[in-house]
């Protein structure tokens, strides 16, 4: 059974930076994908970054430029860079993966704050 553990999260100014961090245990093989998504309070869930498994990304227009997706194959974990942080950034932060089925973390608090 893939586990996935997000780590990293708290509370920041607007203009700092953050790395999130999801160990990935429990997998027999590679992952097809990983992602960061995030959720606001009253709002939906939203991709924020995706990583395949051959190294392209993508990213959400909100962070492209401030946000750095990371990690590969064959490291048990992915990471996600998050400078210049912005008030709308905070949110709950999901890592997602893709295997033979899709599995979820159960999310870590960011929040940013003057």
């Known amino acids: 059974q893939v586990q996935l553990v997000e780590s990293g999260g708290g509370l920041v100014q607007p203009g700092g930076s953050l790395r999130l961090s999801c160990a990935i245990s429990?997998?027999?093989?590679?992952?097809?994908?990983m992602a960061w998504y995030r959720q606001a309070p009253g709002k939906e869930r939203d991709l924020v970054a995706r990583?395949?498994?051959?190294?392209?990304?993508s990213y959400a227009d909100s962070v492209k430029g401030r946000f750095t997706i990371s990690g590969d194959t064959g490291k048990n974990t992915v990471y996600l860079q998050m400078n210049n942080l912005k008030l709308e950034d905070t949110a709950v932060y999901y890592c997602y993966g893709l295997w033979l089925r899709e599995y979820w973390g159960q999310g870590t608090q960011v929040t940013v704050s003057s």
């Open positions: 429990g997998n027999s093989f590679s992952w097809i994908t």
């Open positions: 990583i395949w498994s051959g190294g392209r990304t």
